[in-house]
């Protein structure tokens, strides 16, 4: 079921709201591309999004739906546990958002968090030796990774 998105923030003022719909649409798309790049993981993989303003709100799929699926109005937002902001038709994954949670709990300047289970990052994951500082790619990430056990 779609919403629209003056029913999900009618309280929002209207330079908020226009912020909030556009991140929306760019979530969206965001949960689009990783499906058409095969990158989806089914449900498994989750992209969430800071809602600019002073509550610590965010923008995550609704678990259970297809990321190919996933449009601006079917977003849930919640706060930084997980529990739902507004009314949803759909629930979100509380372990999927556990790691992001704890990323825009340090990070105030992570605006958006992504993680992916792709077949090449889990072997890396899965490797003692995590990934090697042995090419340009791989520089790319230099200091800049964290590895918990």
Same mark, same amino acid.
């Given at each position: 079921?779609? &919403? ?20 929306? &649409? ?45 449009? !601006?109005?079917?977003? &849930? ?7 739902? &902001?507004?009314?949803?038709?759909? !629930? ?58």
């Amino acid at each position: 079921m779609a &919403v629209s998105l003056q029913a999900l923030a009618p309280a929002l003022p209207e330079r908020e709201y226009a912020t909030e719909r556009q991140l929306r &649409v760019d979530l969206a798309a965001c949960y689009r591309l990783i499906a058409h790049f095969g990158m989806d993981d089914t449900i498994f993989t989750h992209v969430s999004l800071r809602v600019p303003g002073p509550k610590k709100h965010f923008l995550i799929n609704p678990y259970g739906m297809g990321f190919d699926e996933v449009t !601006a109005s079917s977003l &849930v937002k919640i706060d930084i546990d997980g529990n739902l &902001v507004e009314k949803s038709d759909w !629930a979100v994954n509380p372990a999927g958002f556990v790691i992001h949670s704890a990323i825009h709990a340090a990070r105030a300047d992570a605006a958006c968090v992504l993680h992916t289970h792709t077949v090449a990052g889990m072997a890396v994951a899965a490797s003692e030796a995590g990934l090697l500082p042995i090419s340009q790619y791989a520089m790319e990430f230099h200091d800049r990774l964290a590895y918990r056990d």
